[in-house]
């Protein structure tokens, strides 16, 4: 049967993927995924060689149809987050010229008329030779998919298309088959992305009959960090000796505990602040986790980094010690 091991911190900067990348090089024969979909960074150090790419579409977005657009404005009237706009000529900027005195610029009368009255208006225009009708678009970014243009356009030029957020990989490293991704600039579903990479991980380890999932999760609480955890063998927290990584890690340890899943804790650069640390596993233990070993600072991880390579596979005192962790994981 294989298990999953996920490496999950309650704030980011505490070491989690350094430590995940040496347990990729300590295991037997595992799987890696790399669910950290909104800064993936694992990559850097296993230098994963990409034999698989898949697009990853989640939600959707409207498009709207120029040729069959009749321009009343309903879809500006009724767009409640900013995501239909005007497109302003030549001939739009000349005639507003003559009202830059009085015009401030604020764009509420744009979002603020029905399009009732943006027919009236351009009627108006029309009438006087102002400027032609205007030109509608929407800002993919700004859009959210929810639909409501699409349903009263009375022209039904405007259709809801699933999104494209990013993208997932399957690649070959020298610890083992990585799944990892990428998700788009301003995308979201990043809860979705973490599933889908957990799920091909999975089919990949069972399929080759590996005994071993490694995750190397999101920071914080939140939806990223629910699908990784979700279904898990074991969750180990790197945390820091600091106030804020005490506090995230109650948190993380209080999500653990909801969903059931056994937790273990290490406490990384522990001697930076030793009476910190050994307050975090006192709160720890009472949490019900259980301590799994402290890693020290020592700049050879740095060193390691810059070489893309995990710290166990260059040595120094950290190396030892999460050698020491490993083995009391029992992953």
């Not at 000796?241 to 948190?251: I, L």
């Amino acid at each position: 049967m294989t298990r999953e091991l996920v490496v999950i911190s309650g704030k980011g900067g505490t070491g989690k993927t350094s430590l995940a990348a040496s347990f990729a090089v300590l295991a037997d024969r595992p799987v890696i995924a790399d669910c950290d979909v909104d800064a993936a960074d694992l990559h850097l150090v296993l230098s994963p060689r990409v034999r698989e790419r898949h697009e990853f579409r989640s939600g959707y977005e409207a498009v709207l149809r120029r040729e069959a657009c009749i321009g009343c404005g309903a879809c500006l009237a009724f767009c409640r987050f900013g995501a239909v706009h005007i497109e302003t000529g030549a001939d739009d900027l000349a005639a507003a010229r003559d009202a830059q005195a009085e015009c401030e610029r604020c764009d509420y009368c744009r979002r603020s008329c029905s399009a009732r009255t943006n027919a009236l208006i351009r009627e108006m225009a029309a009438t006087i030779g102002g400027a032609p009708a205007a030109v509608y678009a929407i800002d993919p970014l700004a859009c959210e998919g929810c639909g409501v243009c699409a349903h009263v356009c009375p022209a039904n030029a405007i259709e809801l298309r699933e999104r494209l957020c990013g993208e997932w990989m399957v690649s070959d490293t020298r610890c083992g088959p990585m799944v990892h991704a990428r998700l788009g600039v301003a995308a979201e579903n990043s809860g979705k992305l973490v599933s889908t990479v957990r799920r091909e991980a999975r089919r990949i380890a069972e399929e080759q009959h590996r005994p071993l999932v490694i995750v190397d999760g999101p920071p914080g609480i939140g939806c990223p960090v629910i699908a990784s955890l979700a279904g898990a063998s074991l969750v180990l927290v790197v945390t820091e000796p600091t106030v804020s990584g005490e506090h995230d890690m109650a948190r993380v340890l209080s999500l653990a505990a909801h969903f059931g899943i056994p937790a273990a804790v290490c406490v990384n650069k522990w001697d930076l602040e030793p009476a910190t640390a050994d307050r975090i596993e006192d709160l720890a233990r009472k949490a019900g986790a259980r301590i799994a070993g402290r890693v020290r600072y020592d700049p050879a991880v740095t060193s390691a980094q810059l070489q893309e390579r995990a710290v166990v596979e260059t040595g120094g005192a950290s190396a030892d010690d999460i050698r020491r962790v490993w083995s009391d994981l029992g992953a």
